[in-house]
């Protein structure tokens, strides 16, 4: 039980339903008897008996059957969530003094929120929290995050992902196609990356090579990995700079 994942369980699931629900569970809790207290000791007994229930066979069936209908809690929290979860807490929350209903889990998280910097006692409630589809997985996440950049273009799957790590094809695709010496072909950027053609859409480019700044509409050969760009003429050199040169005026 003591398998370390997800997150915050304890703080979120009821949370997650409407506003209305929870305005009524609150004016409810306002009448209702004094927030009964728990022990550290008593709030991990009960983390345990809501983990025995909601592995319950017949629970799990009826969660599977909702989740092929209507998605993981995770993804999309319904008040079908809420009636099914309940269906255990009202069994667990009487025997620690609680109501129940949606008022007793309420009042339960109020009770149990000063233990949350029990490493012990997150831990159950990440498993609790996964137990009931609230959270994925660190394995989930990473396949998540993977299949979302697998569908960006390839110049935005280089940038770094959730977690500050690169994907490693590019990564390695990036670091084939930089020399480890810097780069004097007149057709390759300083790093020795080729250069494609591009036409400019506006007199603000400016060649990185000669400090001519460029017309509109002229074209020009940029590495946009290293943000570069040269006009015709330093593309290539055996051309004339009289001729190929479009230059606006001279950057200051």
């Known amino acids: 039980f003591a398998k370390e ?10 949370l997650a339903c409407s506003s209305s629900n929870n305005s009524l569970a609150a004016s409810t809790m306002g009448s209702a008897r004094p927030t009964p207290t728990l022990t550290l000791e008593e709030a991990k007994a009960l983390q345990r008996e809501l983990y025995n229930g909601f592995n319950d066979d017949e629970f ?43 008022v007793g889990v309420l009042q339960m998280l109020q009770a149990s929120a000063r233990f949350n910097n029990d490493e012990q006692f997150r831990k159950n409630r990440d498993m609790l929290n996964e137990t009931l589809g609230l ?33 490693d094809a590019n990564k390695k695709q990036l670091e084939a196609a930089t020399p480890k010496e810097p780069s004097d072909d007149p057709s390759r950027c300083l790093k020795g990356h080729g250069l494609k053609e591009f036409k400019t859409v506006n007199d603000k480019v400016t060649c990185d090579r000669c400090s001519t700044k460029q017309a509109r509409g002229v074209t020009m050969s940029g590495c946009r990995i290293c943000d570069f760009d040269v006009c015709s003429s330093c593309f290539d050199p055996r051309s004339s700079s009289s001729s190929s040169h479009t230059a606006v005026d001279r950057a200051e």
């Open 135 to 167: 959270s994925r997985t660190v394995e989930e996440e990473k396949s998540r995050a993977e299949e979302v950049a697998r569908q960006l273009p390839r110049e935005v799957r280089v940038m770094k992902l959730p977690g500050g790590s690169l994907r």
């Open 5 to 14: 994942r997800g997150t915050h369980w304890f703080q979120t699931h009821t």
């Open 60 to 102: 799990r069936d009826k969660l599977d059957e909702l989740e092929a209908r209507v998605g993981r809690a995770c993804d999309n929290y319904t008040k079908e969530h809420t009636a099914l979860f309940l269906t255990v807490q009202n069994e667990v929350l009487p025997k620690y003094g609680f109501p129940t209903g949606e």
